[in-house]
């Protein structure tokens, strides 16, 4: 037996190793299969070339556990190490790695993030290992050996009587780690990171029902059989040409992706780039859904079908981050700070081309199939808005697909809808005033009002709706949009002709400083309109600047500092046209004229979805008072 010492300079590396990763240990067996699917792929191509004069066969790597000698066991029949090639690859070139790896990192402490993903490679099973075995024999004509070491610098290498071809790595856990040990940890560490690796893994056995032989009976039981368990995909749908799948083959890996989830996927964007840069993938469009679990499902980063995070900030632009699916791409530094990471050239390049592919199939969806995209409109409107939002790239291409559902289910572009609206509603300023409602229930006299008028009335109620306005209107020229029940319906679109008032200034005065008074503890701001005898007496609106600085703040800046906490602000507005509040004027007795305002404020409270609690019941009881 031969014994030697490694040539690193810090004495005992591997306590090192184990602090520094210490909230990562588990990828160590996401190294060491990497390392055999490696060798198993190395040996393929060297039998494909005729370099390798062996049978390539059906070649798959094996994980064991031995609970009892307390030992994982990972095996391969890949191309395997001659002596020479141990002592290199192992001990120079896998060591040298991993002390750089160490001087590299040292400073960068754990908040790196993606910090030890890989690059520790043979290494890491020091990790959770006291003695590491490697046992393997090269496809080359070359006596097998064993190499061990105990995590000091020193080991050791000897013949050994291995026959088959390939690599046996054999770990003896370590008091701190056997959980390792468990079964069920194993299998959930593979399924993690290995479900889509290219070289078929075995994890024990499993039972497989077989059919019921011809002639079985009713009760018989079918017949069984013991077949290997083999954990992984080795050809999920990503790595295939897009022409050679089918709707359903994308459906089918999207559940393979996601096991949880049980709605379908609205449709998929098949990534395939080879330059400058190398990535494949698929991303889904997820149906809207308030689901945690379905939440917990994000993109998944893959480098050559080995799991590396779900965490894809920084690579993926943000707004693209509710998708699902994955992303496969070697060429992706994982080794550094998120910070660095979004600095980086390549990544850059990445992350603009996703944004361009997404915004080009929206577009062809939503010139091939115009019905179905608005169908689906719901579900995608809150990432392309939110897209429009945060890159102006994106914006551009959106602006031409992106959708303006009215009230009554009509969808428009925008260029439509201007097409639309502009003779109708432009102002005396020149001005599209844009009017739209959040809700068509609680806004609903509101939506009428201006219907009469012949306006078409927007339904827009996504939570980041009023930046998107705050963005179009700054980008487009003379645009404003106005919600509803901002103003009364006559304000709403300022036009030149001003109505005529049925009561005169001094009745006006009057009307407007009793209505103050009864009204004072509720804060409402009055002004007295001239407007069609038609419309309600008694409006309240909610000024539309206020009321969107107020929700862009609460959804997140853009508004202004500490307006999120503002009381909410109201105007109520006095129809000095309508016969009730001539009515109220001519009243005799003031106990009369406030119960005559009182009941009508609560009236316009109602129509606005403000009248609640005890004012309520208040209001129906005098309300039944005065129909008795
Ligand atoms: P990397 O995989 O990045 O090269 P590792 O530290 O994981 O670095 O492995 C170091 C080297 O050891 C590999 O490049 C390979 O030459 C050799 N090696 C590791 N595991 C195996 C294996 N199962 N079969 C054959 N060679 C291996
Ligand atoms: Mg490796």
Redesign the pocket.
């Known amino acids: 037996m031969a014994t030697g010492k490694i040539n690193v300079s810090v004495e005992n590396i591997f306590p090192l190793i184990k602090k520094f990763l210490y909230s990562d240990h588990e990828i160590f067996l996401r190294?060491?299969i990497?390392?055999?699917t490696?060798?198993t792929l190395k040996l393929k191509h060297l039998t494909s070339i005729g370099e390798a004069k062996v049978e390539y066969g059906n070649p798959m790597i094996e994980v064991k556990v031995d609970k009892d000698k307390k030992r994982i066991h990972?095996i391969?029949q890949?191309?395997?190490?001659t002596e020479e090639?141990v002592k290199k690859?192992?001990n120079e070139?896998?060591f040298s790695?991993?002390e750089e790896f160490l001087d590299k990192y040292k400073d960068a402490g754990k908040d790196a993030g993606i910090i030890g993903h890989f690059?520790?490679?043979?290494?890491s099973a020091f990790m959770v290992a006291e003695k590491v075995e490697?046992i393997?024999k090269s496809h080359k004509d070359e006596p097998a050996v064993h190499w061990s070491c105990d995590g000091s610098p020193e080991f050791s290498i000897e013949p050994s009587d291995k026959k088959e071809r390939?690599?046996e790595?054999i770990l003896h856990i370590a008091e701190d780690s056997t959980e390792f040990l468990e079964d069920a940890k194993i299998r959930e560490l593979l399924v993690k990171y290995n479900k889509f690796m290219p070289i078929p893994i075995k994890f024990g056995t499993k039972t497989e029902t077989l059919p019921k032989p011809e002639g079985a009976k009713e009760d018989d039981p079918a017949p069984t059989q013991e077949v290997d368990d083999i954990i992984n995909n080795p050809n999920p749908a990503w790595t295939k040409q897009p022409n050679d799948l089918s709707d359903e083959e994308y459906k089918n890996f999207y559940r393979e992706l996601y096991p949880m989830q049980f709605e379908e996927p609205l449709f998929h964007i098949h990534l395939n780039v080879d330059y400058p840069f190398n990535l494949t993938g698929i991303l889904y469009f997820p149906k809207l859904t308030n689901d945690l679990n379905i939440q917990k499902d994000k993109i998944q980063l893959y480098q050559n079908q080995v799991f590396v995070t779900d965490n894809v900030e920084g690579i993926v632009p943000e707004f693209l981050t509710m998708l699902k699916g994955v992303i496969d791409s070697p060429d992706i530094p994982l080794n550094v700070s998120r910070s660095y990471l979004q600095a980086d050239g390549a990544v850059k390049k990445i992350s603009s081309y996703i944004t361009r592919k997404v915004a080009d199939k929206l577009t062809s969806l939503f010139k091939n199939n115009r019905e179905d995209f608005e169908q689906k409109w719901n579900d995608i409107k809150v990432v392309i808005e939110y897209g429009m939002l945060s890159e102006d790239k994106f914006f551009e291409k959106a602006d031409k697909f992106a959708l303006y559902p009215s009230v009554d289910g009509d969808f428009y572009t925008f260029e439509e809808l201007e097409a639309k609206i502009k003779d109708n509603q432009t102002d005396k300023d020149d001005k599209l005033v844009v009017l739209y409602a959040s809700d068509k229930e609680a806004q609903h006299s509101y939506i009428e009002a201006a219907k009469t008028k012949g306006y078409e009335v927007l339904l827009l109620d996504s939570p980041i709706v009023p930046h998107l306005m705050q963005k179009l209107e700054t980008s487009k020229e003379n645009l404003s949009f106005v919600r509803v029940d901002a103003d009364h319906v006559d304000n709403l679109i300022k036009k030149e002709d001003t109505a005529i008032s049925k009561l005169s200034e001094e009745e006006k005065e009057k009307l407007k400083t009793e209505i103050e008074e009864v009204t004072k503890d509720k804060g409402y701001t009055i002004q007295m309109e001239a407007m069609e005898s038609s419309a309600s007496p008694f409006i309240i609106t909610e000024p539309e600047f206020m009321r969107r600085m107020k929700e862009m703040q609460q959804t997140g800046g853009g508004g202004m500092f500490g307006m999120g906490n503002m009381p909410d602000m109201y105007n109520l507005i006095i129809n000095t046209n309508h016969e009730l509040v001539s009515e109220i004027l001519n009243t005799k007795t003031a106990k009369k004229r406030q119960r005559l305002i009182n009941q009508s404020l609560d009236l316009a409270r109602l129509s606005k979805g403000l009248l609640k609690g005890e004012e309520l019941t208040n209001f129906i009881a005098r309300s039944y008072d005065m129909i008795k």
């Open positions: 190294e060491l990497s390392n055999a490696d060798a990972i391969d890949g191309i395997g190490m090639e690859y192992i070139v896998a790695g991993a690059g520790l490679g043979f290494y490697i393997t390939g690599t790595i």
